[in-house]
């Protein structure tokens, strides 16, 4: 049976949609399943362009998952250098990618409980992959969401995770996935953490902070 959605919650919905259109497309680039757990986890407090900027060679050097597994660090590392936090992810990719051929036979698990052992993957990657690669309804909370469901009145929760389940309580499940796009996007155009454009906003009129800021 479907889950009641509350009017304003589809209000708000529709809003996205007729805004940012329903193509939940990944902002990040990549070819094989692999390469985007890797996008995703280069991609912590990292913009998706600088990201893709480094991942077009990236995947060209390293073309298997073979590759990053036999990987020495410290070339790795200076390969995803203009990344924040590069020393620590180029170990994580490379204890992933082989954790990943010894026991999933080089294939990327589908349960949150299999993804989040990887090195380097938490909820947030971990729902990027169910998403992305498996289409399960999954909701990915970044910095952005949570301030936007804070501000939309969604939660009032900060932990990540008891937002991901208000969120998960509160919007369809067709609107799981979906609504990581727009609300990405939503908030580095407009719900910015400093200076949002309140008067450019299209649902000013459903936010709890709208004239505050």
């Known amino acids: 049976m479907a889950k009641r959605v509350s009017k304003r919650t589809e209000e708000i919905l529709a809003r996205f949609?007729?805004?940012?259109?329903?193509?939940?497309r990944c902002y990040l680039q990549y070819d094989k399943p692999y390469e985007l757990l890797i996008a995703v986890i280069l991609s912590a407090q990292c913009t998706d362009a600088r990201v893709n900027m480094v991942t077009e060679t990236l995947f060209q050097k390293y073309d298997t998952l073979e590759k990053f597994a036999g990987a020495d660090e410290d070339e790795l590392a200076m390969d995803i250098h203009s990344i924040g936090f590069y020393r620590?992810?180029?170990?994580?990719?490379?204890?992933?990618?082989?954790?990943?051929?010894?026991?999933?036979g080089g294939e990327v698990p589908r349960t949150l409980e299999e993804l989040t052992r990887l090195p380097g993957v938490g909820r947030k990657t971990a729902n990027v992959i169910r998403g992305n690669i498996y289409r399960e309804p999954s909701v990915v909370v970044d910095t952005h969401v949570k301030r936007i469901a804070k501000r939309l009145g969604f939660t009032k929760e900060d932990d990540p995770t008891k937002v991901e389940f208000d969120l998960m309580r509160k919007l369809p499940e067709d609107h799981w996935i979906l609504c990581n796009m727009q609300w990405i996007t939503f908030g580095r155009g407009i719900c910015t953490a400093r200076a949002p454009k309140c008067d450019a906003c299209?649902?000013?009129?459903?936010?709890?902070?709208?004239?505050?800021?």
């Not at 620590?88 to 999933?104: C, P, S, V, W």
């Not at 299209?202 to 800021?213: D, M, T, V």
């Open 202 to 213: 299209f649902l000013k009129e459903y936010c709890k902070e709208y004239g505050k800021h």
């Open 17 to 24: 949609d007729a805004f940012y259109g329903t193509d939940d």
């Open 88 to 104: 620590a992810k180029a170990h994580n990719i490379i204890l992933t990618a082989r954790m990943l051929l010894a026991e999933y």
